[in-house]
């Protein structure tokens, strides 16, 4: 079994700054690539930023030069550090992440439960 567990969300003021956390545990063989999502009240879930296991990046338009995403394999942990928060990036925060386990060849993706980010004064 492979769980992907969010934290480090909650209420900050337009400005601030928030690190989001997604830790990878279970029987790992492999992470390759991962990725966090957001989904706001009645929008479809998209693509933040995401992250190869070769440490290449990818950031969404409306997030470039806030937001760096980075890992730790070491710890199977993937962070989102975003500053300069706006009141558009309120919305419930996904990690994803594509996983070997070890007693298997294949590659699945995995997501975590979700961690809320509210941006408002």
């Known amino acids: 079994q492979v769980q992907l567990v969010e934290s480090g969300g909650g209420l900050v003021q337009p400005g601030g700054s928030l690190r989001l956390s997604c830790a990878a545990s279970g029987s790992i063989g492999s992470i390759y690539t991962m990725a966090w999502y957001r989904q706001a009240p009645g929008k479809q879930r998209d693509l933040v930023a995401s992250?190869?296991?070769?440490?290449?990046?990818n950031y969404r338009d409306s997030v470039k030069g806030r937001a760096t995403i980075s890992r730790d394999d070491a710890k199977n942990t993937m962070y989102l550090q975003m500053n300069s928060l706006k009141p558009e990036d309120t919305a419930v925060y996904y990690c994803?992440?594509?996983?070997?386990?070890?007693?298997?060849?294949?590659?699945?993706?995995?997501w975590g439960q979700g961690t809320q980010v509210t941006v408002s004064s």
């Open positions: 992250i190869t296991s070769g440490g290449d990046t």
């Open positions: 994803n992440a594509d996983i070997r386990r070890a007693i298997d060849t294949r590659v699945r993706s995995y």
